[in-house]
């Protein structure tokens, strides 16, 4: 897939975006918050990715993140927490989520039944500390606009917890502001 979001300076940190396919809410239950956070310290501890900020929302996450090899470990964590949210939806028998993902598997997407994410991360590197600020409040407003929480600390799958002195749900790279 040809896209003007690249990773293109390994060692930087980055604004990333995963979503899954066609916008489906998969992080509705805190099994499927699971996959991504444990997925999320896998990488932090054997990856050696830094997580500087995060959010969870139904449908997709925000990164601001680092690693020496970021785009590798993007991809190998979603391509991980895909088959682990097939595994748990054909336990849960989630049929409709599985016949939405199939349904919407790219075409050229022959070696899998199913689709989770879409493709890409669509990285952008920041370049400025206001650049930074800004990707930063953005993710962490995001469960607020989406009308799940009042404020950004109230929401459970984000860091904004951190950045206002409150312990959090995932260990992350503090970043001093």
Same mark, same amino acid.
């Not at 930063?136 to 989406?146: D, S, T, W």
């Given at each position: 897939m040809i896209t003007r979001y690249k990773i293109v300076e390994d060692g930087q940190i980055y &604004?990333?975006? $995963?979503? =899954? =396919?066609?916008?489906?809410?998969? &992080?509705?239950?805190?099994? !499927? *918050?699971?996959?991504? /956070? #444990? $997925? *999320?310290? !896998?990488s932090r501890r054997y990856k050696g990715l830094k997580i500087y900020a995060y959010v969870i929302m139904d449908n997709h996450f925000h990164l601001i993140a680092q690693g020496d090899n970021l785009g590798k470990t993007i991809k190998e964590l979603k391509s991980h927490t895909a088959r682990e949210i =097939?595994? @748990?939806?054909?336990? #849960?028998?989630?049929?409709? /989520? /599985?016949?939405?993902?199939? &349904? !919407?598997?790219?075409? +050229?997407? =022959?070696?899998?039944? +199913?689709?989770?994410?879409?493709e890409g991360s669509h990285p952008k590197q920041i370049v400025s500390e206001e650049m930074l600020r800004q990707?930063? %409040?953005? @993710? +962490? +407003?995001?469960?607020?606009?989406?009308? @799940?929480?009042?404020?950004? %600390?109230e929401w459970l799958y984000s860091s904004a917890r951190h950045y206002m002195g409150l312990p959090g749900i995932l260990e992350i790279d503090v970043l001093e502001l």
């Open positions: &604004f990333l975006t $995963s979503t =899954i =396919i066609e916008w489906l809410p998969v &992080f509705t239950r805190k099994v !499927y *918050f699971d996959i991504i /956070l #444990d $997925s *999320f310290n !896998y =097939i595994k @748990l939806a054909e336990q #849960d028998k989630k049929e409709w /989520l /599985l016949n939405q993902l199939s &349904f !919407y598997r790219r075409k +050229h997407k =022959i070696g899998s039944v +199913h689709q989770v994410w879409q990707k930063m %409040e953005y @993710l +962490h +407003h995001n469960p607020v606009r989406a009308g @799940l929480a009042e404020r950004p %600390e």
